[in-house]
């Protein structure tokens, strides 16, 4: 997942994406370079294209370039949408706020720590299996449910609304779960402005995610976070090296 991360933030070509829902107007999929250097002057009009390692030019495993720029569109609308997560999680451990009810069945509590990563290591096991889980449904959900694939000219960053005849407790639509009047009618020049701001956002806080853990990791490393963010004694890259495989 880090390194997808890393490759998603590399491609400043990539797209805006489309979280759409059902009955929501189509909005246009780019899926060629040409129309990757059009659409990334909206997105920083100072960079317009970087793509330094020709990741738009790629054909993976045998698709065609339009798929691979599929690919790689998704890839980093999912990286942007976690790391923009992963960035508020990790402000919300670092304060010590946690949810005022116990955390498991037998009345254990939430742990106060100091850093996300702390928080994830002093967890018990079910609740990582519990996580992975469900993030693992997540992307079976998102794959089988959502008509035309990603890579076949689908909407990029679109999450199907969760079928009452599959799900237990009805539909819900997780673009707009409410839902709010506001998002069901937007105009088509509102729906493009909304594309273009979360894929900035996701892009930021991957960057912003990436300077926590490596102030974490190597303290001093970003100095603006100096004396900020503590130290981790953990391995970033080994999540399950405390619980399923611990290191000798």
Do not use: C
Not at 14 to 43: I, M, N
Not at 146 to 163: A, N, Q
Not at 239 to 247: K, L, R, V
């Amino acid at each position: 997942m880090m390194k997808l991360a890393t490759i998603a933030a590399i491609l400043g070509s990539a797209a805006a994406f489309a979280p759409a829902q059902t009955g929501r107007a189509p909005t246009a999929v780019s899926e060629s370079k040409a129309d990757l250097e059009v659409l990334a002057k909206k997105l920083n009009p100072i960079v317009p294209f970087f793509d330094p390692l020709g990741l738009a030019d790629q054909e993976f495993w045998g698709e065609s370039n339009e798929a691979t720029i599929g690919f790689l569109r998704e890839s980093e609308v999912k990286h942007g949408r976690i790391a923009m997560f992963a960035f508020v999680g990790y402000i919300v451990h670092a304060n010590g706020i946690t949810w005022p009810w116990a955390m498991t069945l037998a009345g254990d509590p939430f742990p106060k720590v100091s850093s996300a990563p702390e928080a994830w290591d002093a967890i018990p096991e079910a609740a990582k299996l519990q996580i992975v889980l469900f993030i693992g449904f997540l992307e079976y959900w998102r794959e089988v449910a959502s008509g035309t694939h990603y890579m076949k000219g689908g909407k990029i960053g679109y999450f199907p609304p969760f079928d009452a005849k599959y799900i237990p407790g009805g539909a819900l639509n997780l673009y707009n779960p409410f839902p709010r009047k506001d998002i069901a009618v937007m105009t088509d020049a509102d729906k493009e402005r909304r594309l273009v701001s979360e894929i900035n956002n996701g892009r930021l806080a991957m960057i912003g995610i990436f300077g926590f853990i490596s102030e974490g990791a190597v303290e001093g490393s970003v100095p603006a976070l100096k004396g900020i963010i503590p130290h981790y004694d953990g391995d970033f890259m080994a999540p399950f090296a405390t619980n399923f495989f611990p290191t000798p």
